[in-house]
C-alpha cells in the first residue's frame, strides 16, 4: 500500500488514486492515514467514530431486505472534502475513537438478533480499509451481510480485493461533471464512474446523488448521468437526494419541483430512480402497470408476492425483497 523512501522516510499512499505524497509523520488528506518511517499505516485501524442500528432504507438501500435493520459502523476520516458534507464532523478530522477489535465488532454485531449484518458508512469506509477487510469475513462467517456506503474514491486493485466480502454497496455519484468534483469535492468523477462499472453485476448496487441548486441540478446534466446508468445494463436504484445547508456550503434547500423534474429525467431511463429527503418520493411502484409495491412512510409496507407485482406478475429487481413485511420505521 505503500512506495517509500527509507532514506527520507517519504512515501506516496496508493490506497486511494489520491496518491498523497507523504513526509515522516504527515497525514494524508483523508486524516486516516499517516507516514510512519516510510510506511503508510492506518490511523484510525480498531478506532470507531459512531455505531448504530439503522433501518436498512437510511443507507439508503430500497432493494436490499426491506424493512430490514443493520448494525451501522463508521470510523474517522475521508478521501474527499466536500463543501456540503453532512457528516463534517467525523470525516474532515481524525480523533480517538472508541476501541475495537473487528473479533469484538463481529461479536457485536452477531448479538443483534433482528440485524442483517454490518455496514460501513457515515463516514469514507475505504480509507477503514484494513478494518474492513479484517472484519468482512467475520461477519460473513457468521451468517451475516456485508454492505458498504462510499464515494467510490478507491484504488482498483484495493476495491479487487475487498468486492468478495461485500453483498451490497451504495455509491455517491455526486454529479456528472469533473468540474463539480473538482470545485467541491477535491476529487474526480472518473476515479467514480471507473468503480461502479468495476461493481456493476457483482454486489447489490444502488446509486445516490444529492441535487445541489446551482451545482448539480441541470436537466442535461442529470440526463447524461441517468444514461450513462442505463448503459450499465445491470438492475439498480438511483436515489435522487434534496440537498439542505451542511458544512461550508450555504445555498438554499433543494425545491421540490426541481428533484420532481429531475425524477421524471431519470425514469425515462431507469425503472426505479427515488426522491431522498422529500416526503412521498420512496415509493417503489411496478415498472410494468405502476401498481404501488413497496410504501416506507412510517414503517415498510411490502406488498410483493414471492418478488413479484401483485397485479400484473411483473418481477420486481432487488434481494431479500419479502424478507419483512409491515416491518421497520423509515
Known sequence: ????????????????????????????????RENRE?????RNYGEVAAWNMDPIEKKPLYHYYPGSWIF???????????????????????QAGKKVTPAE?????????????????????????????????????????VVLVSNGTISPRFLEELI??????????????????QHYCGGKLAWVLDNVERLAGRVHL?????????????????????????????????????????????VPPTDRQTLDRLWKIGKEWLPYVYLGNVRGGDTTFCPQCGETVIQRESVVVNHLNRGCCPKCGKGIFGVGMERHRDSSSV
Not at 522516510?9 to 486511494?16: G, H, K, P, Q, T
Not at 468478495?164 to 468534483?181: M, Q
Not at 448539480?216 to 448503459?231: C, F, G, V
Request: net charge negative.
Open 72 to 94: 451501522s459502523v463508521g470510523g474517522f476520516g475521508c478521501n474527499l472534502s466536500c463543501s456540503f458534507c453532512q457528516n463534517h464532523e467525523i470525516s474532515q478530522q481524525h
Open 164 to 181: 468478495p466480502w461485500l453483498d451490497a454497496v451504495n455509491i455517491d455519484i455526486k454529479a456528472f461533471s469533473e468540474e463539480f468534483y
Open 206 to 250: 444502488e446509486v445516490t446523488t444529492l441535487v445541489i441548486p446551482g451545482a448539480n441540478d441541470d436537466s442535461k446534466e442529470i440526463t447524461e448521468l441517468a444514461r450513462w446508468l442505463h448503459q450499465l445494463n445491470v438492475p439498480l436504484a438511483w436515489h435522487l437526494s434534496g440537498y439542505h445547508p451542511a458544512y461550508r456550503l450555504n
Open 1 to 32: 500500500m505503500t512506495n517509500a523512501n527509507k532514506d527520507s522516510y517519504s512515501a506516496s499512499c496508493l490506497l486511494c488514486p489520491q496518491r498523497c505524497q507523504l513526509r515522516h509523520g504527515q497525514a494524508g488528506r483523508c486524516h486516516a
Open 105 to 145: 465488532l463481529a461479536v457485536l454485531v452477531g448479538q443483534e438478533k433482528k440485524s442483517l449484518g454490518l455496514c460501513f458508512t457515515y463516514s469514507e469506509p475505504s480509507v477503514w480499509f484494513e478494518m474492513i477487510r479484517d472484519t468482512a469475513p467475520l461477519v460473513r462467517a457468521q451468517g451475516g451481510k
Open 38 to 42: 516510510g510506511e503508510v499505516v492506518s
